[in-house]
Nanobody, 126 residues
Framework: QVELVESGGGSVQAGGSLKLSCSASGVNFADTMAWFRQAPGLEREAVADICTGTGSTYYADSVKGRFTISSNVAENMLYLQMNSLKPEDTAIYYC????????????????????WGQGTQVTVSS
């Protein structure tokens, strides 16, 4: 049974930083891992994804240059370093894994991800 558990969320002021972690257990193979987020009243959107084999990454334009996605395949961990946070980054952040083959990262739709975490809240105040 696959279980993804996010941690590291919290409340920060604009300009601050947070690092999210996702621990994946029961995952035998995840070629792609990703972070999504959902703000109140909005649809869930892709934030970043990473091809675990090649290290290739994709970032949404809204976070490019501020967020960094990384993974530790040996430890089945996924991370999201978030710097220069803005109030519009406020959302529930979810990690997800996919067995879809990935060499060069691209904005994968959430339907391609088989496993999801329960989410962690990030709140950025102005």
């Amino acid at each position: 049974q696959v279980e993804l558990v996010e941690s590291g969320g919290g409340s920060v002021q604009a300009g601050g930083s947070l690092k999210l972690s996702c621990s994946a257990s029961g995952v035998n193979f995840a070629d792609t891992m990703a972070w999504f987020r959902q703000a109140p009243g909005l649809e869930r959107e892709a934030v970043a994804d990473i091809c675990t084999g090649t290290g290739s990454t994709y970032y949404a334009d809204s976070v490019k240059g501020r967020f960094t996605i990384s993974s530790n395949v040996a430890e089945n961990m996924l991370y999201l370093q978030m710097n220069s946070l803005k109030p519009e980054d406020t959302a529930i952040y979810y990690c997800a894994t996919s067995t879809t083959q990935c060499r060069d990262a691209y904005p994968m739709t959430e339907t391609l991800f088989e496993s999801w975490g329960q989410g962690t809240q990030v709140t950025v105040s102005s």
